[in-house]
């Protein structure tokens, strides 16, 4: 027989968190008599001056504890189902002793919401962490919180379909690059999401190791070394982020079955896009607006990548170590100083369809005005395979030499190196709504 409760949701009582103990009225030795739930969970006050472990340790599963503003002391364990929520202003802080994890939960169904928590252990062997979700978290709710001077700002370790959203994560700064954690840590999570966090000054924003059907979403990441950073995660989603002035914005390694859209990369120092043995993946609509390298791939195989903007860059795209199976339609390369690096010796082709990319240093005429050039762009030919081999050779690109190897070129296609041939060049560069949207919003980009 399904047990009935005391009072509907709507009712909960509300009690200061010294008075824990409950009386026994008579409608709960009803309750009991009948073998239905044995109290009720409730919205309990917590002051300033409360041991918080304390509290947590006489809460029942399903209770509320409302922090009030001021500073509770850290490493607390939450291993019941409980909401732990602070003041709108998250003026309600938990302090860790620098020592092991500020917030370890190991219960499912635990909310944290409205909280500052702050300074974590140093230790990444022992996975320190402001918020550390244990592998029984599944189904936790990290919202709305300020996730300061941690090591690892929330680590979400082991448990399904947790919620990380909201929060403003930021690391400890005065370590080394190298020696600071990710502002979120995924391993072994499936269905678990991260969305809609500020996240800045660690490692790596979002950090995926070995798991399966997340999504990360509407993110915004600076000051650290890779924005995204997925290893052995497959059939995931990676959409609406932003990457602001760090060394790579989206890192896709050794991963398949992603699904990776509308992001947009600002200034990244390396590389805008980079997949690393990603395969069977699909890259759309994405922005890179400024990099050494706005695409790399390494080894990436049967992917789809179309529809993005890569501008402003040293390298539109590099494009190397066997990567086969691509299909490179509908992006716009603008501005690039040189749109593709590719040293090996077979012949790509980077349209299908009748439709290829646009370029823009191509010129080529449309007579028939179908939005197609009638000469085929070819980005990598003697003279780029040279300057590649040979970087000091860039002083002969405006010699009447190299004039008459282009010019060769054209007259005997027999003499080219191989390299990547666009057949159908687009006369005019596809709309990027993501860029746009985001240039209407942000007056500093230009």
Known sequence: MTPFRLLPFRARCVRPAWGLQRPLTLLTALVLATGGLAAQAAIIEVPATAALQSVIDAAVPGDTLMLAAGTYHGNIIVNKPLTLQGPDNRQAVVMGER???????????????????????LSLPDMDAGIFLDKPAHHALIENNDILDNLVGVYVWGPHQALVQGNTIVGNQELRLNERGNGVTVWNSPGSRILNNDISWGRDGIFSNTSRNNVFSHNRFTQLRYAVHYMYTNNSEVSGNV????????????????????????????????????????IIDNVVDGAEKGVFLY????????????????????????????????????????QVKYVGTRYLEWSSKGRGNYWSDHS???LNG????DTAYRPNGLIEQLVWRAPSARVLLNSPAVSIVRWAQTQFPAILPGGIIDSAPLMRAPDNPVWERYKAHHDSIQ
Do not use: P
Not at 100 to 121: C, D, H, L, M, P
Not at 300 to 325: C, D, M
Not at 327 to 332: K, M, Q, V
């Open 99 to 121: 020592e092991g994890r500020t917030v370890w939960v190991q219960a499912e169904n635990v909310t944290i919401r409205q909280i500052t928590v702050k300074n974590s252990g």
């Open 243 to 282: 990457s602001i002035g760090n060394d790579i914005a989206y890192a896709l390694m050794f991963s398949q079955f992603l699904t990776v859209r509308d992001n947009i990369s600002i200034d990244s120092t390396h590389q805008g896009l980079m997949l690393n043995a990603a395969q069977q993946s699909t």
């Open 299 to 338: 080894n990436a195989n049967f992917n789809k990548i179309s529809g993005n903007l890569i501008q402003n860059t040293q390298i539109g795209v590099h494009y190397t170590a066997g990567s086969e199976g691509n299909e490179i339609t509908e992006n716009a390369f603008i501005q690039n100083q040189n």
């Open 364 to 366: 080529a005429f449309d």
């Open 370 to 373: 179908d939005g197609i050039g």
